[in-house]
């Protein structure tokens, strides 16, 4: 519409001054100058004419300019965003589609510019990671060699302190070899029934020493002698053990108390890790389960911790289809808690407290 107001203005202008050069001429030139009604009629006649044929002539140019112009953009543009038929379209739409495309690309790169941070830190938090143990083994190492082996002592000492750097850089790289499965999809569940209990005792009893060296003590409680449970069963002993080791780690008083509480919510098993440590602040919680990330206090620093145990727990359990719930209050104590399906037949169950 806008073109064709355009020509109509256009045309105006172009027949305004033709009359405009015709009366000056006519006015001009004595011998030739007539004020007769015919001579005006005919002027008035010559004006219309010129007027619809400025109209049309502009109107075509100015069409065949849009098109062409339209089609040397849209040539530019990838063809997924084009319409199949490009003739008839205006100016305004084909803005409209740039504008698309030019969001769409902004926020393209944005994540690209995302993805390229994530990477760079994920690499430096990968060597930071890999440089401890490595260090402290090549230190050994040195000394070892500078004459160190001659003495029993030493040597077995350093042997031993090797042996615990090499396991160290070894759950290191199994933590983020399985991180990586999970995320590109590799990693497929082994569904099973069994007894969650029986699993939540045994993992208790391998981590007792661990608990015993932290002064905390570990406990069941349950509404259950049995829980069967249809999950994955390694998957939910390696979940166990980061919480449980968490909650040992980070209890950080006298009479730290750890209570894995388990109970049955309809179709759903529910697993509570509760302790009473440290806690963490509200401020850092919605990050903890961010690969590498640790909660920087000399206090909440870990031996041994890499800052993949909460990833590696939030990956299981989406894997399950399930999510993993934190509650905490700082210096007072956290709570982590998932659900899993519960097993249709609970047989050999008594409905009790243990
Ligand atoms: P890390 O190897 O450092 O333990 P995690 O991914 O297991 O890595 O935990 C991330 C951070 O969350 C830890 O550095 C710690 O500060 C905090 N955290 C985890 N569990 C607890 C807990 N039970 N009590 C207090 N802080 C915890």
Known sequence: MKFQILSFLASLFITVLMILVVMIFNISQEHLRTNTLTFYFAVGFAVLIMLVVNYFVLEYLLGYYKRKQIRHISTRLPDEVMPVDESAMS??????IVSELSQKNAIEIDTMKDMETYRKEYIGN??????????????????L????????????????????????LLDIVKDLDMLNQFETGEISLHISRFDINALVREIMDMLEMDAE?????????????MLFVNADVQKIAQVLINLISNAIHYSNRDHAQITVKTSVLRRKVLVEVIDNGMGIKAEVLPRIFERFYRVETSRSRREGGSGLGLSI????????????????????????SFMLEKHASQAGNLAKTF
């Open 91 to 96: 100016f305004s739409q084909l803005g409209e």
């Open 126 to 143: 990968i060597s930071h990671e890999l440089k401890t143990p490595l260090f402290s083994i090549q230190g050994y190492v040195e000394t």
């Open 145 to 168: 060699l500078d004459g160190g082996v001659e003495n029993l002592a030493i040597r077995d000492k350093y042997l031993e302190r090797i042996d615990k750097s090499v396991e160290r």
């Open 213 to 225: 060296r932290s002064g905390a003590k570990l406990q069941l409680q349950t509404t259950h002698q």
């Open 313 to 336: 727990v939030k990956h299981i359990l989406e894997a399950h289809n399930e999510t993993i719930i934190v509650n905490s209050v700082y210096l007072e104590g956290t709570t982590f």
